[in-house]
């Protein structure tokens, strides 16, 4: 059966599929402001096979079956973004894909959201330097490198903060080498853009890039009211 | 049959019906803040149909039997915009008829989508000039002119921004003029008053629309932040 | 049969019918942030019957039979406010009737909504006098008096400004007073908690309430932003 | 029959049992920003019985399946907050548990609700010392002690607020001494956290938590507008 057509990967009556579940979240993210206009999107990976939601379409109603299926083989030799089980006609796949990836390859992810959120925007224009940082809020829900522990109150939070390119592939080695500068990070914040949030499964993506969010959008409010997001830094 | 009681325009059974969609994206744009108090509105043309929403009527409310129905004959000779194939008995047609025409007609738009956002009123307000502009922003999204090729992340967007008018029909001369002084601007501002966005099909109006609010939202952001919207002008 | 159990009055198939309106209104203006902790609430006349919704209620969990149903005889001597043709045990009749019954006597309203919309309180905090006021904003959807001619885009709205009391029935006589000072204003501010607002109909009461609170929120930020609301004063 | 799998105390067809409304009254939190990324939740009482969410769960997601049920023996002797008749596997028992049972001990709750709101948490960055107050506004829906009698419009509400810590069960003590200092306030906010509330029921537990966070949001819009939010204090 050939990608175009090949149905059955995306068709199930289980509400959790992934076919499934990446129309839902995407209508979800909608209303939070996260995917307006066409912008950001999820990824999931269960098993050897990845499941990506379409570029450039209205993020609030995408089908079951506009849904791109990538295998991701256990051998990392294998690894390709740009290999198809599933490709549906018309539609475009992700320019994401490629950063997507980086989650899989460099922190052994199950899911990755990528938002155009104003709180992460506005962050990456009120933090002029390479991270931006937080200490002493609600980090509890984040974990240390998307998939590690959870953070302490006490402990300080940094996400890198790349530069934007035109093309959001060309971002995939900033990106990496990001992730591996700052290994404890749980997500990558780009300049002007938004922020890419990783987690082990679509669920503990999911709250970690609503907890990121929470902290942007608070960490935002307070550098506007003049007050220290890091206490003793 | 009169253009009173012509259902058969109105009445399908698609959801993608004109007739169908504006009721549904009215709801939506309702949620959005984009036509509250019965304000804004969308029109949709296929073929040598236009179908526009009433006037006056809570947006969030629209029934298909609401829904105006207008010629748009090939020869652009032809055009007119107050002739109707249907016309609700009781209900006002919409006053934004005349400037929805000045995208049919300049730039062969399909769709036409005007908000009344604060977004946007606050870019007229806080950019006195007869243009607002920004750069390094997410707007990909943004096609030149509405129907040409995507915008990229180190373009400038520039909108035009007209001066209001008690009457909404009198914008016509001002919008088509703005319209051809910047032939790539993809929608137009208007004092005090809300913006004009349109694109070649109601998709890509409703994500451009998207998009444009997006990047008004965040600019008044960044202005009233003291960060420049345009990078090296 | 008694008025406590008089359920026929509020029991309808019609969705259109005050008793089934009212609860799904104020589900909606729940989502507005109108009458958020049981706060605000909406009145209906139709014909010589007023349907109102119960005080010290979850206005998002209103059902039909939470509905008081109160007379409204043509005769102005036989108006009172506190008869009842239904009225549910257990609950409450709003604090608001003898303010509401003013938009009925005075403004020969149908419908009188009160909220207490955080945009309304701040316009009573930033605007100390006696009045609000704005202009060259989109007015067009508020009318004179609230039952009259659309206001234009030229004019400048003038809405009152009366203090607060601990009891909400104790604002009557000011309100009135108000009203007869300011027979153009669609509605009354009341300082440090929220708005009146009627309309010769339900829909029309809605869609000024929406319109005027739309002129409130974009009227706090121009203040905040240091921009005058009427040009020319 | 064990607590693992003891279904019977969870599954209801009545919409009003506390295994039903936690699912839905989470879901409502989650759209008011009080429960991002698993964070916050809300515990019912009724009778000898505590319902309570999981902890570190999406919040909008909760099935009655996953609820927990304590009791809460009439003797304050046999009163403890780690004893199961109902433990669903896999979950965990909410970090809150010990401070909800604070609302229960101390104030005879029924219900006890814990928001992260940023309204709350801006609160307590704004008003640095160990209390918050406001006067003067729609303070009427909150009741001394969040169980007495109501507020009026004159009274000032004063709300304590804790220190946080990196565990949510150590602040129980602080919490309690707050409690115990302030025996008039209906909730106790916890510094860069979020807050506590509670009441004699779910319905005006849920009430109060709408009128603190309204009175939060609007205190941080006059503390940022340069306005006293009490007045001859």
Redesign the interface.
Known sequence: MSAENNDSLVISTDPLHPANLIPELCRSFYHLGWV????GGICIREGDKVYIAPSGV?KERIEPTHIFVLPYPQAPSLHADRVFLRRPPVLKESACTPLFWNSFDIRDAGSCIHT?S?HA??VT??WTGPTFTIS???I??VRVAGTGNAL???DTLEVPIIE???NEEDLKDSMAEAMNRYPDAPGVLVR???VYVWGPDW?KA???T??L??LF??AV??K??G?PTVLNP
């Open positions: 307006t206009g066409t912008g209205q155009h104003q925007v506005m224009l009120l002493h809020q609600m509890k829900g302490s109150y006490l934007n390119t035109p002007r853009h938004g669920q999911k709250t970690q609503e907890c969010d929470y959008e608070i409010k307070m506007l009211a007050l």
